[in-house]
């Protein structure tokens, strides 16, 4: 189990991260997503021992990460922009993996590379942008580790490719109890994928829950009503997003499902439609009521 | 995984890294030493003293552009941020990456050296030139010291730092600016005292010359002669590469990844850089101006021009690495540091200045002079020689020698050159001591000697001749031919006073006869006696080599044997030879007749009288020596038909033969006291 506690990173002036804990469990996938700038490469900088944190703690099963090239040993890390020396194919890469990862499997290398098709032998640094995600995909899996970070390895894949790592990831953390850490853009990404979500944005977790209680924590509800409504009648109800378009209000709500439906019904509404929401929305929702909004709707009124 | 501290692995990585530049390097000094060899045509390509050997000038292109390159590239990957993650990210630990990655640097280094040098040995050894080797091996060796702290600063500078420009900024100040300042302090106390050198001036290992990849440029501009090269040197400048690993380690260690691609890792760091880089440059400005106001001597408006680039290099600095000209303002009040730094270096050396010129000059301060007199002779020194330079240490109270001493050194100050037959004079005070070197006036000489020469400590040295270890020294008998002390027929047909090896333990038997002989002689004689190193007025010499300084100069000590004075020395000494020879007088005269006739090769054919004041009678050297033995023989025995073995102290004839290496000798008894008897053999000529 890896273990975040209470972690801050400055860099300057500027507080990359702040408070942040939380832990993974072993065997599962956990997804983040966040905005750009959030903090989630700095983070995943800090787990895997490549940064000291200010404040706070990262230990895996226990002991402390930085530092300890035992408790490395169990991890890869896998960069948004992946590294490769210059000149130096999949073929030479993994040689220098071999003589620093203990577990480095060449033959599952070798298998993975043919898979991808990618030629072990060209320099990586000609490859395309996704090839080198790619590459760098396969050289972690030949590493064997029990704990995977993939910093938006998946964003810069194409559908197919993306699947078949998808595959992969999901295949060794069933087969061998492996742990996935993966940080997107996309929610979409990751919610068929990860058994657990996060969200941090402005270096802080501001949410963290499996994907199952997620997707239904927030849900969206339109209402007409023939007197006009008066958001002060749901006071007590977190009411994330309001936007009124004539005589229809639409809402995003957070909280138990019935329990809203039953107070809106009471005030004896023209209709009433409760619906789900996807992932995406859940997070765009949650980023907007932390005040990370691009465009507001120029066509919404009375909006909260 | 355990936390190691060095791991093949990495090492192997290490070298993979820098495989194409150390195989870049190693082909430019294998073809460049094949073509000089195979242009000379004679596989010459390291001859000692010829600066143009190209292999020397390899052996400098490999300390001072291929180790700062091979360790730029092995540790290229702090200075990118990707690399610098990925390699922190890895399962070793900082210690274990930092030991395998410097120690694959020094590798790749020494591989470029050993492809060289042995490329130039093979060259040697074909053509057959080996002369030169050794002092190659030997320079090869303290090449590579400097390799290693020319490497272990690189590495050290690329811990703190995350850019090339940043890097190689700071390995340079680092290898250079401490010994520049240093040399530019004693260079101005130097000024001052005028005559002493800079060596000796300063605190110990202050000499430049110590570190030697610092040193051996430093000197070129001072033009001092220095430790640089010595083996003392490669020593300090290996410990200082030690050192400088250890402090790169312990910088790796606690280096932040996210410094690469900032020229360094924090304001505080990048601030001492720039002032570090602007203090380096300024300094100069400042003891230059230093020495201009205090020796009168200089140009206040160099000094001015060097500040100006100093504050030049100050903001282009921060300029370069912070690609932002807003940075610039921020930089303005470090410039005040560095004018800080400066005030105090300037009135510093200004101290210093004041305090060496003034040392010495008031005879009141001074508790004590000691003055080592210099040798008129270069190599061969007497037992009063000795007997002095062991006094050199002797602390001189005479307060008339200690004024006219400060005089002196009052008269010299400021004086650029160092003069020929100089004194060194250690001045003492109370608390404190320094050595200058000094030119004295032949009557305050002949008063130091004078004054020394009463001293219990002196007539000590004297009597005490000095010990010999035949295991370790070496001691010589040397027989005298000739008369005329220095004159060229000697000093040019070296074959004329041979040396004659009787044998180790016997001649340490004999020394020991001639120390228990000459201690009961009278003090006059004995005095007269450890005075004179001229060979040819006794019968012999003995020669040891000895170090009366013990700084390494070693001399040939001759102490005197001879028919009248020491006598029981010299019939033991004839004894020996004779009986080391094995020869009946006889079976030489046989083997000169057949010599003389046969088609053997002889190289030296030498006759002598032993005797005070008589000289050498014939010799002939190399092949003509053949067509003159069976004459000699002749000639020998004619002249002294009652030739036998000497057996004491009376005139004897020393024949020499020099055959195919093997040397032939006896000393033979006349039975004429007349040399005239043995004129013939002069006719011989």
Not at chain 2, 322 to 340: C, D, E, F, W
């Amino acid at each position: 189990m890896i273990t975040v506690e209470n972690v801050t990173k400055r860099f300057g002036g500027v507080t990359a991260l702040s408070n942040v804990s939380f832990s993974i469990g072993q065997g599962c996938i956990y997804g983040m997503v966040g905005s750009n700038g959030a903090g989630k490469s700095t983070l995943l900088r800090i787990i895997n021992g490549v940064y000291r944190p200010d404040e706070g703690t990262v230990a895996l099963d226990g002991r402390g990460v930085y530092g300890d090239a035992e408790a490395r040993s169990r991890m890869f890390y896998v960069p948004d922009e992946p590294y490769f020396d210059t000149g130096r194919g999949i073929a030479a890469t993994a040689r220098t993996y071999a003589s620093v990862y203990p577990g480095f499997d060449l033959k599952l290398c070798t298998r993975l590379s043919s898979e991808f098709e990618l030629d072990t032998k060209k320099p990586v640094n000609t490859f395309s942008k996704g090839m080198k995600r790619q590459a760098a995909v396969v050289l972690a899996m030949a590493c064997r580790p029990d704990y995977y970070f993939f910093d938006e390895t998946l964003d810069g894949l194409d559908p197919v490719m993306r699947g078949h790592v998808r595959r992969l990831i999901a295949s060794d953390v069933s087969e061998r109890g492996a742990t996935a850490f993966i940080t997107s853009h996309s929610l979409r990404e990751l919610e068929d994928l990860c058994d657990q979500l996060a969200l941090l944005h402005k270096g802080g977790l501001v949410l963290e829950s499996d994907v199952s209680s997620l997707k239904t924590s927030m849900f969206k509800v339109q209402a007409a009503f023939p007197n006009g409504y008066d958001v002060r009648s749901l006071e007590g109800t977190d009411v994330v997003k309001f936007v009124k378009r004539g005589s229809v209000c639409n809402m995003i709500v957070k909280g138990d499902e019935n329990e809203v439906e039953a107070r809106i019904r009471a005030m004896n509404p023209l209709f009433v439609d409760i619906l789900p929401l996807n992932l995406d929305e859940v997070f765009t929702y949650e980023m907007e009521a932390l005040g990370y909004v691009f465009e507001k709707d120029p066509g919404g009124t009375n909006e909260k | 995984m355990k936390n190691k501290i060095f791991d093949k692995g990495l090492y192997i990585e290490g070298l993979r890294r820098t495989g194409t530049v150390t195989a870049v390097f190693s082909a430019a000094g294998l073809l460049s030493v094949f073509f000089t060899a195979v242009l000379n045509g004679n596989g010459n390509t390291g001859v000692p003293g010829n600066g143009s050997a190209v292999i020397y000038w390899f052996l400098y292109v490999a300390m001072y552009l291929c180790t700062p390159v091979i360790t730029l590239v092995t540790f290229s990957f702090l200075n990118k941020r990707g690399a610098s993650d990925f390699w922190h990210s890895i399962p070793q630990s900082r210690t274990c990456l930092y030991v395998s990655f410097a120690s694959s640097a020094l590798t790749a280094t020494a591989a470029v050296y050993a492809a060289t040098v042995l490329m130039s040995a093979a060259a040697q050894l074909l053509s057959g030139k080996t002369a030169g080797m050794p002092e190659m091996l030997s320079l090869a060796a303290v090449c590579f010291c400097g390799s290693m702290l020319i490497c272990a600063v690189f590495t050290a500078a690329s811990s703190f730092t995350g850019t090339l420009l940043s890097c190689s900024a700071a390995s340079l100040m680092m290898l250079f600016v401490p010994r520049t300042v240093l040399n530019c302090v004693l260079w101005i106390i130097r000024e001052a005292i005028g005559s002493a050198a800079v060596g000796k001036v300063g605190f110990p290992l202050s000499d430049a010359g110590y570190n030697y990849p610092a040193g051996l440029i430093l000197n070129a501009v001072w033009f001092e002669e220095s430790e640089v090269g010595t083996w003392a040197s490669a020593i300090y400048t290996a410990v200082l590469a030690l050192i400088y690993f250890a402090a790169g380690l312990f910088l790796f260690r606690a280096r932040k990844s996210e410094t690469a691609g900032a020229a360094a890792p924090s304001k505080f760091m990048q601030a001492f850089m720039r002032i570090a880089l602007g203090c380096s440059v300024s300094f100069v400005a400042t003891l230059y101006l230093v020495k201009t106001v205090m020796t009168g001597n200089g140009s206040a408006a160099a000094s001015v021009v060097i500040y100006v680039v100093a504050a030049a290099v100050y903001f282009l600095y921060e300029l370069v690495t912070t690609k932002r000209a807003s940075t610039l303002g921020r930089a303005v009040p470090g410039l005040l540091i560095v004018v800080a730094l400066n005030l105090i270096l300037g009135f510093g050396a200004a101290a210093a200045y004041g305090y060496e010129a003034g040392f010495g000059t008031d005879p009141e301060k001074v508790a004590s002079v000691s003055v080592r007199i210099p040798y008129t002779w270069y190599d061969t020194v007497a037992m009063n020689d000795v007997a002095m330079e062991k006094m050199s240490e002797y602390e001189i109270t005479d307060r008339s020698i200690i004024g006219q001493i400060g005089k002196a050194i009052e008269e010299q100050r400021g004086k650029s050159s160092t003069p020929d037959g100089a004194s060194v004079v250690t001045v003492k005070t109370k608390t404190d001591k320094r050595q200058r070197l000094l030119a004295l006036s032949p009557s305050l000489v002949s008063e130091i000697r004078k004054y020394v020469k009463n001293t219990d400590e002196y007539t000590a040295a004297l009597s005490t001749l000095p010990p010999i270890d035949p295991s370790t020294d070496a001691l010589y008998f040397r027989v005298c031919n000739t008369d005329k002390p220095g004159g060229t027929e000697r000093v040019r047909k070296g074959d004329l006073s041979l040396r004659l090896q009787i044998g180790n333990e016997k001649l340490v038997e004999i020394y020991d006869i001639y120390k228990a002989e000459t201690a009961l002689l009278d003090k006059e004689v004995y005095a007269d006696l450890m005075a004179d190193r001229n060979c040819g007025r006794r019968g012999g010499v003995f020669t040891l080599e000895i170090e009366p300084s013990g700084a390494g100069r070693k001399v040939k000590l001759v102490l005197p044997v001879s028919a009248d004075i020491t006598p029981k020395t010299y019939k033991e000494l004839c004894a020996g030879l004779s009986g080391d020879s094995g020869i009946t007088p006889a079976g030489l005269i046989d083997s000169l007749r057949k010599a003389g006739q046969s088609d053997e090769r002889i190289d030296t054919l030498s006759v002598y009288l032993l005797d005070d004041g008589i000289t050498g009678l014939f010799s002939a050297p190399y092949n003509t020596g053949r067509a003159y033995a069976a004459s000699v023989a002749d000639a020998v025995t004619q002249a002294c038909p009652g030739l036998k073995l000497c057996d004491d102290g009376s005139p004897a004839v020393l024949i020499v033969m020099i055959s195919d290496n093997k040397k032939t000798y006896a000393i033979f008894k006349t039975n004429e006291t007349d040399a005239g008897k043995l004129t013939p053999l002069f006719t011989l000529r």
